[in-house]
């Protein structure tokens, strides 16, 4: 996840743009006198001026959500709250002064920018202070309690309570039916408290982006792909039908193993659903950690990447405890388990930067490793949730960057590749930054979240190999399929619940979902693309859509769902730009200057140019396009197709029809 406050979710309506990037002439429009305010300010210095104030009071306001996301106390609330309650009003008033350049004559840089400033929140807020003050004071409580949420169970001096990263470790790596059901449903009750809340959330986003010109906040975010928004709805199930034959044969197949590993009534629920408690993550989007049931081949090129960090892990853990003593006692044992922890996180990290820096790309600054958060403090609550951030807009101007992540980082894969998935964030951030700030942000959303996921794909055996965390891979068929299975469990699993979110959310903000179906309509949505179901009913008195950090955190969701698509198109340009040849699945970039220059030249382009024309430059096509993903997949899903001949696939609800966004108003 990347972190820029107020520039969560920028982008434009269709046509209201042309492209600004390598214009040497004037256009017609140019040559007419510059449009002036009052104060006889024209709109390229209106412009000029706003990008000067953001980047002066940036600093300040990522400092403040920095804290409330590490230092989780009411004082950081506050403050993180009324720092956004400033930078949203600073933000109303540009828009309100903006209007006086409506229709005029300016630069197409300055007309890009203005539109852009219009998108530049996901979190449109009302004009009236008092209403923008509560909605900042519950953006802000609501993203502390799901960073401090904890489930306590038990009682006496059994009672035991637990945060999000132990409550995943049971979903990880046990398989104790019951435990799982525990663990799923406490993590769960911890956002009931979260609902009234977010209803009236809801109700404040809408009146700000109503008084945008926009018929309801859904409405605004399908706005931001340089398209009319009803044309995005349309892509994105364009999109989803490209790719979920695939889903739906990788579906099938696990539905079979958990019925041989759970029995044939605990491993379904209903009709062909999957038991949301038994897919390995809170959320089931990412089934990696049903390898051990899932693994077609056993045994057949070890690519156990979490049991190579284990043991580098208890490698620097022996030498730490070495360096203190030769018969430590509990405290010398704890701070060397620390030191190791740290070291370890670092580590991974480390190697995460050295794929980067391969691509000609620079050393993050020193800074990055003083001020990152890499493991989970001992003194206070903080939000786990992996978010990259930038805290200065540094690096063009003489200023040094201050770049950080923010993680608890442990020795598994799944958290190996997030660093590269967040250092992705960084890069582009570094990349752009000698843009004007209303530009330094991703072509579109999906962009910036699928930087760091194409190198992901790029971390082939070989290359694991390369970094001393698998063994030498034998070339078979056995162990293609096993590998493209680990990456599926990772991408393919995801692409339905990257849509389902927003799709919750769009009918949640136009109305069609009301408060009292909240979670009604979010099972249905999870049946209907994921195939997934909860065990135990699940009524109205919760409120599962807040245990998604997305969800209190009002981070729009339809981005990771396109990443996913364009990692996989990004990945391809960049092995033809390497001189790959060969299947599409065997190629790492890793060390090519030539991929590197090409990927450079993409994030140096930021949001300066609509998302369609910086696709063109790296991959030929202005379109984003599911055939990569089926390209390189294309081996499992005719081996899945043979494993589950003769089975009944499908599941209950697979064709109910999801709620559909009311044709939304158009920018005004």
């Known amino acids: 996840m990347n972190h820029r406050p107020l520039l969560l979710a920028i982008a434009v309506a269709a046509g209201l743009l042309s492209l600004s990037a390598c214009r040497k002439t004037p256009s017609p429009e140019q040559e007419k006198p510059a449009a002036r305010a009052e104060n006889g300010e024209t709109a390229d210095q209106f412009v000029a001026r706003i990008n000067a104030e953001f980047k002066a009071a940036y600093p300040e306001l990522t400092s403040a959500q920095w804290l409330s996301s590490t230092y989780i106390n009411d004082d950081s609330q506050l403050v993180a709250a009324k720092a956004n309650e400033r930078a949203l009003a600073q933000l109303n008033a540009w828009?309100?002064?903006?209007?006086?350049?409506?229709?005029q004559p300016m630069s197409d840089d300055s007309r890009r920018a203005l539109n852009l400033l219009k998108q530049a929140t996901a979190m449109p807020a009302p004009r009236d202070p008092e209403k923008l003050a509560e909605l900042t004071r519950i953006a802000a409580k609501m993203e502390g309690a799901y960073g401090a949420g904890t489930y306590c169970s038990g009682e006496g001096a059994a009672r035991k309570c637990r945060q999000l990263g132990e409550l995943e470790d049971v979903l990880r790596s046990s398989r104790d039916y019951d435990a799982q059901l525990d663990a799923w449903a406490g993590w769960h009750s911890i956002a009931q408290p979260m609902r009234e809340d977010y209803v009236r959330f809801v109700e404040l986003v809408n009146e700000g982006a109503r008084e945008l010109g926009y018929a309801d906040t859904g409405a605004m975010w399908r706005s931001g792909y340089d398209m009319e928004p009803d044309a995005f709805s349309a892509e994105t199930d364009r999109l989803w039908e490209q790719v979920r034959p695939l889903y739906e044969q990788l579906h099938c197949y696990t539905r079979d193993k958990l019925q041989q590993t759970y029995g044939v009534e605990r491993g379904v629920v209903g009709e062909g659903l999957l038991p949301a408690h038994l897919m390995g993550n809170m959320w089931q989007q990412d089934w990696g950690n049903l390898w051990d049931m899932l693994q077609p081949y056993k045994g057949v090129g070890d690519l156990d990447i979490t049991a190579a960090l284990e043991r580098q892990y208890q490698q620097l853990l022996s030498a730490a405890l070495h360096r203190r003593d030769p018969s430590p006692g509990p405290r010398e044992r704890f701070e060397a388990e620390r030191e190791a922890q740290l070291a370890m996180a670092k580590a991974m990290t480390e190697r995460a930067q050295d794929f980067y820096v391969s691509l000609g790309m620079p050393r993050l600054p020193e800074s990055y490793w003083e001020k990152s958060q890499f493991i989970k403090p001992l003194d206070r609550d903080v939000v786990c949730h992996a978010s990259a951030w930038d805290m200065n807009m540094g690096g063009a101007d003489g200023?040094?960057?201050?770049v950080r992540t923010k993680m608890c980082i442990k020795p598994?894969?799944?958290d190996f590749t997030t660093i590269y998935h967040e250092l992705g964030h960084i890069y582009y951030d570094l990349a752009y930054n000698p843009q004007p700030p209303l530009f330094q942000n991703g072509a579109n959303d999906g962009f910036h979240e699928a930087i760091g996921d194409t190198i992901v794909l790029a971390m082939t055996p070989k290359y694991l190999e390369s970094i001393g965390l698998v063994q030498g891979q034998a070339q078979?068929?056995?162990a293609l399929i096993n590998t493209q299975m680990r990456m599926a469990l990772a991408k393919v699993s995801f692409?339905?619940?990257?849509?389902?979110?927003?799709?919750w959310r769009w009918g949640v903000f136009d109305g069609s979902i009301t408060p009292d179906r909240y979670n009604q309509a979010w099972w249905e949505l999870k049946a209907r693309y994921q195939g997934v179901a909860p065990v135990q009913p699940r009524g109205e008195e919760f409120f599962d859509p807040g245990a998604k950090y997305h969800v209190p955190g009002n981070t729009p969701y339809t981005r990771y769902f396109l990443a996913h698509l364009l990692q996989f198109q990004f990945y391809k340009s960049l092995c033809e730009a390497a001189g790959h040849t060969g299947p599409l699945y065997e190629c790492s970039f890793h060390g090519s200057?030539?991929?590197g220059e090409k990927f450079r030249a993409m994030l140096a382009r930021g949001a300066s140019q609509p998302w369609q024309a910086t696709l063109k430059e790296l991959?030929?096509?202005e379109r984003i396009d599911g055939g990569a993903v089926?390209?390189?997949f294309a081996p499992l899903q005719e081996w899945l197709q043979q494993q589950n001949q003769g089975k009944s696939c499908g599941w209950q609800g697979q064709s109910a029809q999801a709620p559909k966004p009311e044709a939304p108003a158009k920018a005004g």
């Open 95 to 103: 828009i309100e002064e903006a209007k006086k350049f409506e229709g």
């Open 399 to 402: 200023k040094s960057p201050d």
């Open 412 to 414: 598994n894969e799944e």
């Open 476 to 478: 078979s068929h056995e």
């Open 495 to 503: 692409l339905p619940f990257g849509l389902m979110i927003d799709r």
């Open 593 to 595: 200057e030539a991929a």
């Open 619 to 621: 991959t030929g096509s």
């Open 630 to 632: 089926l390209e390189y």
